[in-house]
């Protein structure tokens, strides 16, 4: 089997990519996906919310992943679905596996990777106590209730206030079940303010910030669970404990960049966002190999997933058309308050009209400006009411300003104003 | 009804903090960064109202369940209710995005329209 550009992963960002190369003038593109049907994690994300930058309207998830299967229907795009890949290897063929062809060996002039994240578990955060059933990630409840039609339980706590733990929190209320709190470590919210106003404000379920969950009981079955406040340090105080019966736990406390392939095939991975290091088009360390979507920095709205395909997809066909500039001409540095920027490397002759930014902050910020600097000279700024570490901040740079600058690393920085 | 509010707008991502006070002969309107903001201020000091998504029992098809939602928002308090009936009701393989499941939900004028395909088996 031999293609110009295979793509890992048929969720927002493998869809993306493999439309925008094939719009690009690639003839043979493949999309290789694990589950039995295109669309990733968007299948099971029936709330409403997707598409709003994209498309200009609110979109549930399924109906966003099915315009760009749609899309991809009209062209002659290849897909397997139930098919996992097992390897890229030295000469970027891909390595898969499946029930009906047994092992394939693919051969691929651009690999795009686009397997997406997986949710941290129970196990990752070590929480004590015993080990009873009803211990879940929020993303296995959200699967359970809203494709396989099952419901994990009745009694409910989450822990972890991210955006998937929220939805969770308003999904199980509406299907009868007791939510009785969302726990929360820090001192914030790690989801969007919008999901906290409709997700438990709207139904009275109570967010305990800078809270912990110290012990699960039960022996057979969840039968409780006991929080406790935590310090600035994050470590629980003495005397704080509550004991919350529930027979259900949600855990919703976190995503990690799904990059054992990655790893495995010695791509370079930043610490930070444990995703691949990445310039301006979506290319990795390796060269033919692209990556895009939540394998290279969590995101939290699809509509930015999107946009990154659409770019790791162009320079897939630039690369296959021998039509890229591979090496680096300027690199991004972390600042004050910055936890991480996407991309890491720029190559200004690959870019049309400017480099679109991705980064989060490492706390919240009120009243605070994001500033890029060269050497001395600040070349752009951002600045916001708040900025929070759950919500992704983008922040572009025209091509112009990259022909000015004098040096290359481009650092930026949280300043209060 | 109360008559000042600060809220946080949930039209879109942005989430902007929104102050609205009932005046005379209107609304004092603060913080928003779109026209969409003052219009879900006015509708959430006045008639809070919602897009409810769920899923209807699909039989004769892959999954167990199809995900549906009302096609337009419906007010707050009869979330509930529409659940209920939601919960009550059945289909059939084929359903595909978009198809009325159930038509003028509890009178309120809002259709649930499905927001998947599914195959028949």
């Given at each position: 089997m031999k293609y110009d550009v295979v793509v890992i992963g048929g969720g927002p960002a493998g869809l993306a990519a493999a439309y925008e190369a094939y719009r690009n003038g690639v003839n043979k593109v493949l999309v290789i996906e694990r589950d039995k049907e295109l669309g990733g994690i968007l299948n099971q994300c029936i709330h409403n919310g997707f598409g709003i930058h994209h498309f200009g309207e609110e979109l549930t998830g399924p109906e966003y992943s099915q315009r760009f299967i749609d899309d991809i229907d009209k062209t002659n795009i290849e897909v397997i679905v139930d098919t996992m890949v097992l390897q890229i290897d030295e000469q970027n063929k891909v390595h898969a596996i499946n029930n009906e062809n047994g092992y394939m060996i693919i051969e691929a002039k651009a690999v795009i990777l686009a397997m997406g994240c997986r949710e941290r578990t129970r196990g990752a955060i070590n929480i004590p106590g015993s080990r009873p059933a009803g211990v879940f990630t929020a993303g296995t409840a959200q699967r359970f209730i809203n494709m396989e039609g099952y419901m994990p339980g009745k009694e409910v706590v989450i822990l972890g206030s991210g955006d998937i733990g929220l939805i969770m929190a308003r999904r199980m209320t509406l299907e009868g079940a007791d939510v009785k709190c969302v726990v929360e470590l820090m001192p914030y919210s790690n989801g969007l303010t919008r999901n906290i106003v409709q997700c438990l404000d709207d139904y009275g379920i109570p967010l305990k910030l800078s809270h912990t969950v110290v012990n699960i009981h039960g022996k057979d079955r969840v039968e409780g669970v006991t929080i406790a406040k935590v310090d600035k340090n994050l470590k629980p105080i003495k005397g704080t404990e509550e004991f919350i019966k529930c027979d259900t736990l949600l855990l919703s406390v976190g995503l990690i960049p799904e990059n054992e392939l990655t790893r495995a095939c010695g791509i370079k991975i930043d610490r930070r966002t444990n995703g691949p290091v990445v310039g301006e088009l979506r290319q990795t360390s390796k060269e033919g190999v692209f990556a895009c979507g939540n394998v290279v920095h969590v995101h939290d709205l699809v509509d930015y997933v999107t946009e990154e395909g659409y770019l790791s997809g162009k320079g897939a066909a630039l690369f296959v058309k021998d039509e890229m500039n591979t090496d680096i001409t300027h690199k991004t540095k972390n600042g004050y308050g910055i936890g991480y920027v996407v991309p890491q490397n720029i190559n200004i002759n690959n870019i049309?009209?400017?480099?679109?930014?991705?980064?989060?902050?490492?706390?919240?910020?009120?009243?605070?400006?994001?500033?890029?600097?060269?050497?001395?000279?600040?070349?752009?700024?951002?600045?916001?009411?708040?900025?929070?570490?759950?919500?992704?901040?983008?922040?572009?740079?025209?091509?112009?300003q990259f022909e000015k600058l004098v040096g290359n690393e481009i650092e930026f920085f949280v300043e209060g104003v | 009804?109360?008559?000042?509010?600060?809220?946080?707008?949930?039209?879109?991502?942005?989430?902007?903090?929104?102050?609205?006070?009932?005046?005379?002969?209107?609304?004092?309107?603060?913080?928003?960064?779109?026209?969409?903001?003052?219009?879900?201020?006015?509708?959430?000091?006045?008639?809070?109202?919602?897009?409810?998504?769920?899923?209807?029992?699909?039989?004769?098809?892959?999954?167990?369940?199809?995900?549906?939602?009302?096609?337009?928002?419906?007010?707050?308090?009869?979330?509930?209710?529409?659940?209920?009936?939601?919960?009550?009701?059945?289909?059939?393989?084929?359903?595909?995005?978009?198809?009325?499941?159930?038509?003028?939900?509890l009178d309120t004028g809002v259709d649930i329209v499905a927001t998947r395909n599914a195959k028949e088996i």
């Open positions: 049309e009209n400017e480099v679109r930014f991705y980064m989060r902050v490492k706390n919240v910020y009120k009243n605070h400006v994001i500033k890029a600097k060269v050497g001395d000279e600040v070349i752009a700024k951002k600045r916001e009411v708040k900025f929070t570490p759950g919500e992704m901040i983008g922040f572009s740079i025209k091509k112009e | 009804m109360n008559e000042a509010k600060t809220l946080t707008c949930i039209v879109c991502p942005i989430g902007c903090t929104i102050d609205i006070k009932k005046e005379n002969n209107g609304f004092m309107i603060n913080g928003n960064k779109c026209k969409r903001g003052e219009k879900y201020a006015i509708e959430e000091l006045t008639a809070p109202k919602r897009i409810v998504t769920t899923t209807v029992k699909v039989n004769n098809s892959v999954h167990p369940v199809v995900s549906v939602k009302t096609s337009e928002p419906v007010p707050k308090e009869k979330i509930f209710d529409i659940m209920e009936v939601i919960s009550n009701t059945e289909v059939t393989a084929p359903v595909k995005i978009g198809d009325i499941i159930v038509k003028d939900i």
